[in-house]
């Protein structure tokens, strides 16, 4: 099918990239590493993959849309409706500091006027799962959205965002899957595609196999939430700040490929990967008193290094633990007390 843009539309276009770096001071504090999109031909191409032309109806919701570039593309490319969650104080106090020194730029208020309401920013925090709010009866962000079934990909909805590139971006990303396994929040209706900008590393992390070095429990969460695919990665000279950031696609699996409920599964990952280069019959104590019951309970060798593990090998692993008599029954309690005992 040929890509088309709906000639009715248009919207003003943002100020020089020359002028970002002045115009919109970004905070790099460590965990305030705020990346956004900058470059219109990459937020172009960004929006032309998600197929806005095949679904007419399509709506978008987008987290951490900073001075909105992307934003503007997905509108221009087709999107029904655009609702934004950013509350990032460094992007709305330079904006209104460069409304005193006369720049010519489209702020987001400027971008709804613009688009005769199909834009619609919320200041709320985009890690407070706001989702919930945004969609129930009292905002009602977009009012014909209705939810449909897990048999299907979702194709009135999206979930866009360039997330942070720290531990704030990872603890989003991670919450999101967790969402999409749980059919929470945006996932309430239905398999909702996601398409998020992160670093190349955090994006590595994601699909890396086990035995890599850079596997984590977020790779394993992924591995079993969600299909990825990896859509670009255009260079670091098109994002403020400049950090080498990659577009990533997620279709939630029909299924989970979990035997457990999610928070056992997050708590024994989060409990085996403190110590991942590890063996397994080292470290799974750290499950709880007189986890190592559960060693001649599994069907393969439990001298596997825990960074070696494969999803299946995990689940199985999380099975036994609940199906454990003894297992410690207020599981993130036990995780928190667990990382203040070791952070000591």
């Not at 937020?43 to 849309?65: C, D, G, Q, T």
């Not at 490319?77 to 720049?103: H, M, R």
């Not at 200041?123 to 977009?142: C, H, R, T, W």
């Amino acid at each position: 099918m040929m890509h088309t843009r709906p000639l009715f539309r248009s919207l003003s276009p943002l100020i020089s990239t020359d002028l970002w770096p002045t115009v919109f001071k970004a905070s790099r504090a460590r965990g305030q590493l705020r990346v956004s999109v900058m470059t219109e031909d990459v937020a172009n191409l960004a929006a032309a993959s998600m197929k806005f032309e095949s679904h007419p109806n399509r709506s978008v919701l987008e987290i951490f849309s900073g001075p909105g570039q992307l934003t503007r593309s997905m509108y221009l490319a087709g999107a029904k409706k655009i609702i934004t969650v950013e509350n990032g104080d460094t992007f709305q106090s330079s904006l209104k500091a460069s409304n005193k020194i006369n720049f010519p730029f489209l702020e987001t208020q400027k971008l709804e006027d613009e688009s005769n309401g199909a834009i619609k920013n919320y200041n709320m925090n985009p890690l407070s799962d706001p989702f919930d709010e945004l969609l129930g009866p009292k905002v009602n962000a977009i009012p014909d959205l209705v939810p449909q079934d897990w048999e299907n990909i979702q194709s009135n909805v999206l979930l866009v965002g360039t997330i942070p590139n720290s531990t704030l971006g990872e603890k989003c990303l991670h919450d999101l899957l967790t969402a999409s396994t749980e059919k929470m929040g945006i996932f309430k209706y239905g398999r909702v595609e996601m398409y998020i900008f992160m670093f190349k590393d955090a994006a590595k992390r994601l699909i890396s196999p086990p035995g890599t070095p850079s596997r984590n429990r977020v790779s394993v969460l992924a591995e079993a939430a969600a299909e990825m695919t990896q859509i670009m990665r255009p260079g670091a000279t098109h994002f403020h700040l400049p950090y080498d950031y990659e577009l990533v696609h997620f279709a939630p699996h029909k299924v989970p490929k979990l035997d457990v409920p999610m928070e056992v599964f997050d708590f024994c990952l989060r409990s085996l990967f403190t110590s991942k280069s590890n063996p397994l019959n080292k470290v799974i104590k750290l499950l709880g008193p007189g986890a190592d019951i559960l060693l001649k309970r599994l069907s393969f060798d439990h001298s596997i290094k825990v960074k070696h593990m494969s999803l299946e090998q995990l689940n199985e692993v999380a099975l036994k633990f609940e199906q454990w008599p003894l297992r410690p029954t207020v599981l993130y309690d036990d995780m928190i007390l667990h990382e203040h005992k070791k952070k000591r």
